[in-house]
């Protein structure tokens, strides 16, 4: 089982559409979670940052569930300028004490007009 | 504020030669990192450096990969010789300190790899 997975996509909403990514982890010894984006041949940027308490910024919704290993982005009115891939980011928890980010494959997500 | 700057942005070279990634991280950042992206894949940890020593290089292809950051700085990769199955964006990404401190990670724009 891979470390992170996220369904790949496309994801090809309307604009004011809502849509939803899911990801899961697979070690529940994890300790951090972040949804990062990125543009079209662009280095990812960091979207937010996700807690047990769920976030929100915006149209952009973010929660964990702990028990079941799962992250979840929700992004409401969907705008043009939401196209992008969303990457899933687990910080692991390592025995020799470095805590490496882990990248998901990403889901790619086209707006359209 | 200055971004991480890498260079060259792209390069095409024939599989079996050699190349050279340049990093230069944002000032005051203690920790670095290689990630490479394969077209279609989320970045990948290569190898991570607090100040000039490695912490993680455990998914670095040793036999041909190579890095260094002997001042603490400036950082390269260093690939000898390629394969085919190199082609990806190298991205260079640097924090304040080890992210499970709650420090942001911010990439540099890439350095694009092709193998012919």
């Known amino acids: 089982r891979k470390e992170v997975e996220q369904d790949p996509g496309p994801f090809n909403v309307p604009e004011g559409a809502t849509v939803a990514f899911n990801c899961t982890y697979s070690?529940?010894?994890?300790?951090?979670f972040f949804w990062y984006r990125q543009d079209c041949r662009k280095e990812p940027k960091l979207l937010m940052s996700v807690y047990s308490s769920g976030n929100e910024d915006g149209r952009f919704t973010a929660q964990l569930n702990r028990a079941s290993q799962y992250i979840s982005l929700l992004i409401r009115d969907s705008k043009l300028s939401d196209s992008a891939t969303y990457l899933c980011v687990v910080i692991l928890a390592h025995i020799s004490g470095n805590t490496p980010l882990v990248f998901g494959k990403g889901t790619r997500l086209s707006v359209i007009a | 504020e200055a971004g991480v700057a890498q260079s060259p942005r792209y390069k095409i070279i024939e599989k079996r030669q050699s190349v050279a990634f340049w990093c230069n991280p944002i000032?005051?950042?203690?920790?670095l990192y290689w990630y490479q992206q394969i077209l279609g894949q989320g970045p990948k940890l290569l190898i991570q450096?607090?100040?000039?020593?490695?912490?993680?290089d455990s998914q670095l292809p040793k036999d041909r990969f190579s890095a260094e950051r002997l001042k603490g700085v400036d950082s390269t990769l260093k690939i000898q010789p390629a394969k085919l199955e190199d082609s990806a964006v190298y991205l260079c990404a640097s924090s304040l300190a080890d992210v499970s401190s709650g420090n942001t990670i911010y990439f540099g724009e890439g350095s694009w790899l092709t193998v012919v």
């Open positions: 450096f607090q100040n000039n020593g490695v912490v993680d």
């Open positions: 070690n529940s010894a994890s300790q951090s």
């Open positions: 000032s005051g950042h203690a920790t």
